[in-house]
């Protein structure tokens, strides 16, 4: 499974052989899914945005113990962009990897495109890109053949397609607890190979 993953994100060639992607998301200290994304992320102008979302992935929720219902990636950056939230420790946590994974990757801070959190999950985890299953509703089906569902009432139940963060994996309809919707458009952008 790490070998599939490591060749889904590029780091490996077809020969298990590490690739130059796969060198410089070496030399990142974070997960394999976040260095692919900081790497990606920074090639298309997002850099910052994504020296973010890593910082939020890697550290406890920032909107712990609030609404089950709030699944939105969105909620926890603006959390982070604007402070609030239910543990002002883990946000200024998040904020210093942030800013401590900006200064390695040589990134400033651009114009935030928070309209594009879900490209950078999806980039993280493409296994994990998602299309609602009927016209309206809470269930959808993951790139990687696994249903799952969102939380009654959530309102990323109107989005078509979601990148998703964090599931709970269970059985043969997982409960999302992270996503953020991403375009066809940026779906078939990010994908394009």
């Known amino acids: 499974q790490a070998h599939d993953l490591l060749r889904r994100l590029g780091a490996l060639d077809g020969q298990s052989r590490l690739t130059g992607h796969g060198k410089a998301m070496s030399e990142l200290p974070v997960h394999p899914r976040l260095a692919h994304m900081l790497i990606r992320g920074k090639q298309i102008g997002l850099g910052s945005l994504a020296c973010g979302v890593a910082a939020l992935l890697e550290e406890r929720d920032l909107l712990h113990g609030s609404s089950d219902k709030d699944i939105d990636l969105y909620s926890r950056w603006h959390v982070l962009r604007e402070g609030g939230g239910a543990d002002r420790f883990a946000r200024e946590r998040a904020r210093s990897q942030a800013a401590r994974l900006c200064q390695i990757l040589s990134?400033?801070?651009?114009?935030?495109?928070?309209?594009?959190?879900?490209?950078?999950?999806?980039?993280?985890?493409?296994?994990?890109?998602?299309?609602?299953?009927?016209?309206?509703?809470?269930?959808?089906?993951?790139?990687?053949?696994?249903?799952?569902?969102?939380?009654?009432?959530?309102?990323?139940?109107?989005?078509?397609?979601?990148?998703?963060?964090?599931?709970?994996?269970?059985?043969?309809?997982?409960?999302?607890?992270?996503?953020?919707?991403?375009?066809?458009?940026?779906?078939?952008?990010?994908?394009?190979?």
């Open 107 to 193: 990134v400033k801070q651009e114009r935030m495109a928070e309209d594009r959190l879900g490209v950078l999950l999806a980039f993280a985890y493409p296994e994990r890109v998602a299309k609602r299953r009927e016209p309206r509703g809470e269930r959808y089906l993951l790139a990687s053949g696994t249903g799952a569902s969102l939380p009654k009432g959530s309102l990323l139940a109107r989005e078509q397609y979601l990148a998703v963060g964090d599931v709970d994996g269970v059985g043969s309809e997982a409960r999302i607890f992270l996503a953020s919707p991403i375009s066809e458009e940026d779906i078939k952008e990010v994908f394009v190979d």
